[in-house]
């Protein structure tokens, strides 16, 4: 299965700083637990935002369930009048109204404010694609406030199309997205193609050959391999770099570098992970279809 780099690296610094608060509590004795140590492993500008937006009923919830396994419809009721944050380890998934309803003015409003503090928005739609009210609300974030590059756009409900999520489906459906997506590329915006009903599915076959085909046809791995590229490409693990360098500068000022101490190579072998990592995703993405 493909890892969402994002959360991984974020939970491997939580436990580092888990490790080194061990280490100082340890040694006591020699005044360390007095020494200072970051609250947290988040930027400092707070969690690394990951914001939903789209369609009103595209499935945004079911996609946030199957990309983290936090189900927001508990809570349901407030979630569709409002956005609501949902803590991801030290990241936060951000489920916004849907848009452009007509039924409540104000949950534009709402989206748009998330929007603001996103470092990945996803754009979910259906099958059907764009119509006239949600194209336009995907041109003015993408283009007149020049948000495409912070942009997955994603086509959920792909079982209710007519040959399911083929490559064939999926070329006759990007085709038309690319009307309203000009001037960006299906490639631009890492598109992917969901049938989460399928995922779901496949955590509870117990068939290994039935499990490889739901598994393929739910899109999963195309997703995560498609974000793990967004996050390279447009430096969003720098985010997550940041506060481990907070870290081990919380070390080596006081105590300097030491060899004796595990949580110096620790630190120094994630830098590094995720120094591999930036070089290596983008080429990811070049080498893998989206369709």
Known sequence: MTNFQLEEFAARGGKLLTATRKIFSDNADLGWTFLPLPETMKPADGAVKLVFVGQYSAGKSSIIKMLSGIDTEIGAGIKTQTAHAYTWGDLEIVDTPGIHTELRPDHDEKSYDEINHAALLIFVVTN????????????????????????????????????????????????????????????DLFLSFLDTESYFAWQDETDDEMRALLLEQSGFENFVANLNSFVASRGVLSKVQAPLETLKSSITDVIGESEDLSIDRDIEAAEELLRRKQKTLPIMRCESPLL
């Open 128 to 187: 059907e694609g764009f119509d006239d009210r949600i194209g336009k609300h995907f041109r003015k974030l993408a283009i007149e406030q020049d948000r495409g590059k912070n942009m997955v756009l994603v086509v959920n409900k792909m079982d209710r199309t007519a040959l399911g999520n083929v490559p064939e489906q999926r070329e006759v459906i990007a085709a038309d997205l690319q009307k309203v997506i000009t001037p960006f590329t299906p490639q």
